[in-house]
């Protein structure tokens, strides 16, 4: 048995500092065992006792007639230190660490909770700051929580994993009320050891689970946590994530665009589309989409049929549909005419919404009407709408709807329109998803659509490329390039001059027009400081550099190390390339439409690296100006394939510099018609 296995499913249970009193907080735990049945053995830890629950009580682990599974631990914090190392010499897998002062409690906390870690040894510890578990499948309640105090949570297959434990609480009450069942509730708490990461990985293997449900406030090891979603994704369930926290004090202190272009929501995007996991809007949401999933069904396309009784609660279904992306035709011929021949007066039937009137109160022509839906190809998804007529016969709709489960493999969800918290919680408990917001309605029925698989790589691009010789700090533009040369990526050509004079005599060897930079290491957005001219003839490049320098001189008192004469690249698509580190996720590259508007239009793919083929050409498909990159609008097609290697070559480099490596960017790439290549026009390098 695995550490997880003893803390999802104990053969044994140790309650170090159980109370007598089940009234008390530490006397609930095995109140709450006792009640569900739990059938394996109890050991209450408490030297103040012979007997706690009619359970004979252990002054110490070191008493104890057997090694138990799991321990709960009762104890405050100052104690727990001693009830964990004794509890780990006794050889016991797991413990729950329920108290608080640890981690979250400041310098003196964070202290203790290293000493938690080392007292633990080989234990397994989930906590501490936990209100502890709950499985519901095989009834083992794990905690002294009064959230947890019920004596029929509703079964079902969904999984929540919380890193906080109030939220864990509020989610599993209100999906009481709405009779949507659990198969696990695990609250991680400081996850000084275990985190939701390991319990993610475990249910991939839980039979009783098919959708996970996460509340994540930070993700501490991204690799695990890839490695664990993979691993449920490919066990073909589900995962619904909600994270909160969406700061921008990131994109806020970035100095290249690609940091201002991607804060930390945006990189959770980023992370949650490569892996498949199901992103929740609203909080409303992680409970909604899961009980949707949990139905075992999917919709094969975006296309919803709304059959109600009453038109202005399925106008409102109807409006939140289309504006999450969905779509709602009209029947096709074949399905009209079946629902016509039914001869429905003052029924509306072959028009979407479907508009049944008083067939609603008749269950066999719904039933009929409901079979014809299900059978027609024109629908990938039926809302029914619940009436005020259900409230006093909450059958009358619910019976017809179960019947025709069975007649297709196609999701059927319902909107309760009344207020009638009766009428959701039997229809949710009957099997058939049901809702009380024509929001929430829309957001399970978007949540059911086919995912759209976002590629990511997963082998390394480092390469064996020399850079010890390259400075920290910022680099000038000729460094960064000659840097990005190294890996591959093909950069403008180009020579750097220390004066006017020098700059107007390279010029010459260029044919026509060039362009002019201001060259320096502590300017990293020239053209705001006035230092880029473009289009400027060789013969008045001289001139040009001196009024240049004039411009800069009174913006800025930055060390200007001279100019950057180069080739003026006419005829291609600007994009922006960038990398930078997300401090919780790691390192991630941006494309983009790139140039001066960059961060007015917000264009932008992100992928965590490492990048392939497979996932430089998704990103390219992702934006919209990756159309301008393929013939938009009769200009020529650009090449794709350059941009690619550019990007993979990029890619490359910040790989192999890893944490050196802080933020890197070319903006513009210029992409040339296909088969001329691409050039790296402008670039920013900072390194640690």
């Known amino acids: 048995m695995t550490a997880i296995q003893a803390i999802l499913n104990p053969r044994s249970v140790v309650v170090v500092g159980a109370s007598n009193d089940p009234a008390k907080l530490t006397g609930r735990p095995i109140a709450y065992l006792q009640a569900q049945g739990y059938k394996g053995a109890i050991y209450p830890i408490n030297p ?24 709960l631990i009762l104890v405050g914090a100052n104690r727990v230190l001693d009830a964990v190392r004794d509890l780990a010499a006794k050889g016991t897998k797991a413990a729950v660490v329920l108290a608080s002062g640890f981690g979250e409690a400041g310098e003196e906390g ?25 499985n519901i499948t095989d009834k083992i309640p794990l905690s002294a929580s009064g959230a947890m105090e019920s004596d029929n949570f509703p079964e079902g297959s969904v999984a929540l994993l919380s890193q906080s434990g109030g939220i864990l609480g509020s989610l599993l009450s209100r999906a009481v009320a709405r009779g949507i069942g659990f198969s696990k509730l695990v609250a991680t708490g400081n996850e000084a050891d275990l985190e939701v990461s390991d319990f993610l990985s475990a249910l991939a293997n839980d039979d009783a689970t098919q959708v996970v449900a996460l509340y994540l406030e930070t993700i501490r090891n991204v690799s695990k946590f890839r490695e664990a979603a993979a691993k449920v994704i490919a066990a ?40 498949g996991v199901i992103r929740a809007q609203t909080f409303a949401d992680l409970l909604d989409i899961p009980a949707a999933l949990a139905q075992g069904r999917r919709m094969k396309g975006p296309r919803v049929a709304i059959v109600t009784s009453t038109g202005g609660a399925a106008t409102v279904v109807a409006d939140n549909v289309g504006l999450m992306g969905l779509e709602m035709p009209r029947p096709d011929k074949e399905t009209s005419e079946r629902l016509l021949a039914l001869e429905l007066k003052e029924a509306e039937l072959d028009r979407n919404p479907i508009d049944v009137t008083l067939a609603g109160l008749r269950p066999d022509l719904f039933r009929s009407i409901l079979k014809i839906l299900a059978e027609s190809p024109s629908f990938d998804a039926i809302v029914v709408v619940v009436g005020s007529s259900s409230i006093a016969q909450p059958d009358l709709v619910a019976k017809p709807v179960l019947d025709s489960l069975a007649l297709t493999d196609k999701p059927i969800l319902c909107y309760v329109s009344p207020d009638a918290p009766d009428i959701v919680k039997h229809l949710n408990a009957s099997g058939i998803p049901a809702f009380a917001a024509p929001e929430s309605c829309a957001s399970a029925l978007k949540g ?227 088969g001329q290549g691409a050039r790296a026009g402008d670039s920013l390098v900072v390194l640690r």
């Open 48 to 71: 103040r006792y012979d007997e706690i629950a009619g359970l004979r009580s252990y002054a110490s682990a070191a008493d104890l007639p057997d090694v138990p599974d799991l321990a």
């Open 110 to 134: 964070r202290a203790r909770q290293e000493q938690l870690r080392d007292a633990a040894g080989d234990m397994r510890i989930l906590g501490p700051n936990t209100i502890g578990l709950v």
């Open 236 to 275: 073909g369930k589900s995962i619904v994530a909600y994270k909160v926290g969406r700061s921008e004090s990131g994109a806020q202190s970035a100095v290249s665009h690609t940091g201002a272009l991607a804060g930390a929501d945006e990189v959770y995007d980023a992370l949650f589309a490569q892996l």
């Open 448 to 674: 059911l659509l086919p995912r759209r698989t976002v590629s990511g790589g997963t082998a390394s691009n480092q390469r064996d490329v020399d850079c010890s010789d390259i400075h920290a700090g910022s680099l000038n533009e000729a460094d960064a390039k000659k840097l990005f040369a190294r890996f591959g990526v093909p950069v403008t050509r180009e020579v750097t001059a220390a004066t006017p004079e020098e700059a107007a005599a390279a010029a010459g060897k260029f044919d026509g027009p060039v362009v002019i930079k201001i060259l320096s290491n502590e300017i990293l957005h020239k053209s705001e400081m006035g230092g880029v001219a473009l289009n400027v003839a060789p013969s008045d490049v001289g001139t040009a550099c001196k009024a240049m320098l004039k411009r800069v001189r009174a913006a800025t008192d930055a060390r200007i190390e001279g100019f950057l004469v180069q080739e003026m690249i006419k005829g291609g698509v600007e994009m922006i390339l960038g990398f930078n580190r997300d401090p919780q996720l790691g390192a991630y590259a941006l494309l983009g439409a790139g140039g001066v508007t960059t961060e007015l239009y917000k264009d932008v793919a992100i992928r965590l690296l490492p990048l392939d083929r497979d996932s430089a050409r998704g990103m390219i498909d992702e934006i919209k100006a990756g159309a301008l990159l393929k013939g938009f609008r009769g200009s020529p097609v650009a090449d794709v394939n350059a941009l690619i290697d550019t990007m993979l070559s990029f890619s490359a480099m910040a790989e192999t510099l890893d944490d050196r490596l802080d933020e890197a960017e070319i903006n513009p790439v210029f992409v040339l018609p296909e």
